[in-house]
């Protein structure tokens, strides 16, 4: 081991509600669970936090009952709060999700007129970061579909990137997006700074179209990226990285409860992991993996966050 990664994230917080009647698709009266604490960004670095980084967050809540919700959680899982802005009489971000029979799911957000979308991305802020000495930075797409917030993202991230800190993106691509220019370019940036880039095979189909691993890696890997660690959903995960070592790790079974956050789980544990060494590509890939797993056995997008010791007791159970 050669000690704990500092790890920073940026971007959304929010409290979702899970919509409990199938097909509800949020046009019936239907009973919702929650608030459960949320937001792609929030359940990345309340994970990385989980499996032992030094952890530290850019974003903003509202000074509500559900802010609270938020960042208590981010707070007792070690995270540290003062680039948390506590956005006084704007409401904390909320989403709501319908799960239907097709597989798909319905979303209803209130992110861009929420405190959400009012974190500071000032001098002030990326100073603070790199006092933190940060091993890594990470951002997921989802930060990128709003203009105002994409721009802070891509302040900050870039910034941090000048000095050396290792970036790592998670594309979580917004197919309805693509077509709009800012939104494609800020993603293209976030790709051509990337460290560590995890697309989903759905990221993929949208990004490098009919391109295989290899092909789009060598590409990342000429212009300064470490590894790309491809997401399969039940098909498990596989990676590459720019020395040449590949991995492949199958999938566990496991009843799926709720999906949502799984990518976001996965991510925050391989870049906790792996960034500074303390395991292997393989061993960082395969408790990734077993995180993704475990987390959608739980209703609630971070409620199937899960420490070190529960992840490894998967990896027992299936070996
Ligand atoms: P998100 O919807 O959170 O953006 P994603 O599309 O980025 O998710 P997925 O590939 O769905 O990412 O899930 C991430 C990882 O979690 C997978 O690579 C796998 O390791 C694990 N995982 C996801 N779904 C399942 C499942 N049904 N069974 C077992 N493992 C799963
Ligand atoms: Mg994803």
Not at 50 to 78: Q, T
Not at 193 to 217: H, K, N, Q
Request: charged share 20%; proline share 3%.
């Amino acid at each position: 081991m050669s000690g704990l990664a500092r790890i920073g994230c940026i971007g959304d917080l929010l409290v979702e509600f899970v919509c409990t009647t199938r097909n509800g698709r949020h046009r019936q009266a239907a009973t919702y669970t929650g608030p459960y604490p949320s937001g792609a960004a929030g359940i990345f670095i309340d994970q990385a936090a989980l499996v032992g980084g030094r952890c530290i967050f850019v974003g903003a809540v509202g000074d509500d009952a559900f802010g609270e919700v938020e960042l208590n959680r981010l707070v007792e899982h070690g995270v540290e709060p003062k680039l948390i802005r506590v956005v006084k009489g704007v409401p904390t971000g909320t989403a709501f999700v319908s799960y239907n029979d097709d597989g798909s799911r319905d979303f209803v957000y209130n992110i861009i007129l929420s405190a959400a979308a009012q974190f500071d991305a000032d001098d002030a802020a990326i100073a603070a970061l790199l006092d933190f000495n940060l091993d890594a930075m990470h951002v997921s797409g989802s930060a990128l579909g709003d203009a105002g917030m994409a721009a802070k993202v891509l302040r900050v991230c870039k910034a941090l990137h000048d000095k050396g800190v290792a970036i790592t993106f998670d594309p979580n691509v917004r197919k309805e997006l693509i077509g709009n220019p800012a939104y494609f370019g800020a993603v293209k940036e976030m790709i051509g700074m990337a460290s560590i880039f995890l697309p989903s095979e759905e990221d993929v189909l949208t990004l490098f179209p009919g391109r295989a691993l290899e092909d789009y890696a060598t590409e990342l890997f000429a212009r300064g990226a470490r590894a790309v660690v491809l997401k399969k959903g039940d098909k498990g995960s596989e990676g590459l990285t720019r020395e040449g070592e590949r991995a492949s790790v199958a999938s566990h079974r496991v009843t799926v409860l709720d999906p949502t956050g799984a990518g976001d789980c996965f991510c925050a544990t391989f870049v906790t992991l792996w960034t500074k060494g303390a395991f292997s590509f393989r061993d960082a890939l395969a408790r990734a993996n077993a995180a993704g797993a475990l987390a959608v056995t739980k209703v609630g997008p971070m409620e199937g966050n899960s420490d070190l010791p529960t992840i490894e007791a998967l990896l027992r159970r299936d070996a």
